[in-house]
Nanobody
């Protein structure tokens, strides 16, 4: 059974930083593309970033480029999202997601989410 467990969310002031972690189990982690998504109140879930199975390729939403960094540690089955220069509009529930590296389908596995609140 695949499990993705996010942690590291919280309350931070504008301009601050947070690092989210997502611990994966029940899958061969190094064979999966990992992603971060977020959903703000009253809005649809949106893509934030994803990272290839090796960590050699990353992609970011324009809204977070230059501020957020996605990384992974395959030995620890964990993916991270380092968030800096946070803005109130970054407030959302952040979700970790996984899909097989050979797949072009949507992400099929999701965590329960962790709340990030940025105060102005």
């Amino acid at each position: 059974q695949v499990q993705l467990v996010e942690s590291g969310g919280g309350l931070v002031q504008t301009g601050g930083s947070l690092r989210l972690s997502c611990a994966a189990s029940g899958l061969t982690f190094s064979s999966y593309t990992m992603g971060w998504f977020r959903q703000a109140p009253g809005k649809e879930r949106e893509f934030v970033a994803h990272i290839s199975w090796s960590g050699g390729s990353t992609n970011y939403a324009d809204s977070v480029k230059g501020r957020f960094t996605i990384s992974r540690n395959n030995a620890k089955n964990t993916v991270y999202l380092q968030m800096s220069s946070l803005k109130p509009e970054d407030t959302a529930v952040y979700y970790c997601a996984a899909r097989p590296a050979v797949s072009i389908d949507s992400f099929g596995y999701w965590g329960q989410g962790t709340q990030v609140t940025v105060s102005s």
